[in-house]
């Protein structure tokens, strides 16, 4: 392993033979596959006694990303089977191979060729990085988003429901609360709303709710007014709650083909 000191270098392993795992990952290299090494971190790697490695010292400032960018990529694995590693891992192969190329003008314009295709696999790498995490933040927005919705199923009927609940039932603000629903196409108001809407439509269709009027339908589903929720119904169904109800109760046919085919 390099020098401890040598702080302005990076260095890119190249795995030979043996075993090296990056401590606490359980991640193991295979023959061709390289990582990235910060000798002053060097006990994050760990080597078996029969392990070969080659190193690649690399200037820090050559590879154009800060030591943040560069902390991101240690220790991370890259395969020789795929992609930029495929490639990096070839190059550096050849060029290792080739004593005739070592402090010859070829060998610099290829050391140098070498340091802009490291410069590459960084960039990759860190893209590749933000990616998984966008993708892990998606998946666990969509994970909340599922379990909002089991919550607002549950207390549809109660009245203060609202984004504001909502978020503080959740643990997370009104405004990220917003852009969960909002990454969906709708809002949080329109999608209690629906359902408030669609759970009246229901029971305004069964013969045993014909006994509620409306006014206490709108009250039961939590809606602030009769005459609002009479508006909001009309609004999506193309009729009032009362007329609803009266053509699920004659029997002529299903008040949802009658909006389907009027509209």
């Given amino acids: 392993m390099p020098d401890e000191g040598d702080v302005e270098f990076l260095y890119l392993g190249m795995h030979v033979h043996g075993s090296v795992a990056y401590v606490g990952a359980k991640i193991f290299l295979e023959p061709s596959d390289m990582v990235f090494c910060d000798p002053a971190r060097r006990h994050f790697l760990q080597f078996g006694d029969d392990c070969q490695m080659t190193f690649f010292r690399i200037p820090r400032c050559y590879l154009g990303v800060s030591d943040s960018e560069l902390d991101r990529v240690m220790g991370v694995p890259v395969r020789h089977t795929e992609g930029m590693g495929a490639l990096v891992s070839d190059f550096l192969s050849a060029l290792a191979a080739e004593a005739e190329f070592h402090r010859s003008t070829i060998g610099d314009r290829l050391a140098r060729i070498a340091v802009d295709l490291l410069a590459v696999l960084v960039m990759k790498l860190l893209q590749t990085e933000t990616e998984e995490e966008t993708s892990d933040a998606s998946k666990a927005g969509s994970e909340l988003l599922s379990r909002i919705r089991t919550f607002i199923e549950e207390q549809l009927m109660e ?11 959740h643990h997370i603000s009104v405004r990220y609360l917003h ?42 589903w939590g809606f602030r007014s009769p005459s609002h929720f009479s508006r909001t119904f009309r609004d999506a169904y193309g009729m009032s709650p009362s ?16 909006v389907r085919a009027a509209a």
């Fill in 159 to 169: 009245p203060d429901l609202s984004p504001e609940s909502i978020a503080r039932a």
């Fill in 179 to 220: 852009k969960l629903f909002q990454n969906d196409g709708t809002t949080v108001s329109q999608w209690v709303r629906q359902r408030r809407l669609d759970c009246c439509r229901h029971e305004l269709g069964r013969a045993s709710s014909r006994k509620f009027t409306v006014a206490a339908m709108a009250h039961r």
């Fill in 243 to 258: 007329e609803w109800q009266a053509l699920a109760a004659s029997g002529v046919g299903s008040p949802i083909s009658k």
